[in-house]
């Protein structure tokens, strides 16, 4: 069943944009600091390693820098592969912290994918760290959207979450490299939302991802969900879903759909389209 390293581009806009994610399916886990290196070679945000485990995938998730518990993306490019490779369904997976499932369809319509979350919570964003933030990406109070408050929100991993008021200063976004990975690792973060509502059901995301080494993701599949969430928690008009389209500003456009049950902290479904690479 050994299989070899595939590239694929999870959350794609057609045949075009997507964030590009390593899948490595194998009978067992390489090495830990194989998995490093591998990453590291690859040199895409995350690679996932799968190995079967009973009926259930035993996955894990590196950046070229770090583990990170739950990589959204990766789990989509994870569910078009075992998809190609063992036909469509939905397939568990065990991460390092929590259990979930992605199903996977390979077909003459292409593939597409989608992943159950982790459970959702959200907590307000300290002042503190609220203007450390702000002072990173060079914005003001007066450029964040008064009507989704700046919180840190998790969906399998943690993430600051900060909505602005237009468009326009979203495609501005500017901030260093080494400072936002020394804010990140000290606040135990994978990635920082920023994003806009153009309506009440789509959004506009970037996701800077300092902590694992990458300046931005095209594509974040686990800050979606734990964003839907967020929604949830204070009350948002989603109507039980939102379409996000992410990676524009880096020309890569991409698109990702949140489904949102009703009950508090429970899991997110977030889907997509796959490419190969």
């Known amino acids: 069943m050994k299989q070899g390293l595939l590239r694929i581009a999870a959350f794609a806009d057609g ?8 899948v490595v399916i194998a009978d067992t886990h390489p090495g830990e600091e194989d998995m490093r290196r591998i990453a590291a070679e690859v040199g895409y945000s995350e690679t996932a390693f799968a190995m079967p485990q009973g009926d259930a ?3 894990r998730y ?6 990170v518990p739950f990589c959204g993306h990766a789990t989509i490019a994870l569910g ?23 199903e996977g369809q390979s077909g003459d319509a292409g593939m597409w994918a989608a992943l159950q979350s982790p459970p ?5 964003l300290p002042l503190e760290q609220l203007r450390a933030t702000l002072a990173l990406f060079g914005y003001g109070e007066g450029d964040l959207d008064p009507n989704i408050a700046p919180a840190r929100i998790h969906g399998g991993a943690d993430h600051f979450m900060l909505c602005l008021h237009s ?6 976004m500017r901030y260093d490299l080494d400072a936002g990975r020394e804010l990140m690792l ?12 153009e309506t009440p059901r789509l959004f506009h995301t970037r996701n800077p991802f300092a902590s694992g080494g990458v300046y931005e993701d095209p594509a974040t599949g686990a800050a979606t969900a734990a964003f839907a969430g967020y929604l949830r928690d204070i009350g ?21 759909h949140a489904e949102i049950p009703p009950a508090k902290d429970s899991s997110i479904r977030v889907s997509g389209r796959a490419r190969m690479i």
Not at 62 to 67: G, R
Not at 120 to 124: L, Q
Not at 189 to 196: F, P
């Open 236 to 256: 948002w008009p989603h109507e039980g879903s939102i379409d996000i389209v992410q990676g524009e500003d880096m020309g890569m456009r991409s698109r990702l």
């Open 15 to 22: 045949n075009s944009g997507g964030n590009p994610a390593g």
């Open 186 to 197: 000290r606040a135990g973060l994978v990635t920082i939302l920023l994003g806009h509502a």
């Open 62 to 67: 590196f950046s070229p820098e770090t583990e």
């Open 167 to 172: 468009r326009e200063c979203l495609a501005a």
């Open 80 to 102: 078009a592969a075992l998809a190609r490779a063992h036909g469509d369904g939905i397939f568990p997976l065990i991460l390092n912290a929590a259990e979930i499932t992605v």
């Open 120 to 124: 959702t919570r959200s907590a307000p």
């Open 57 to 59: 995938w035993r996955v």
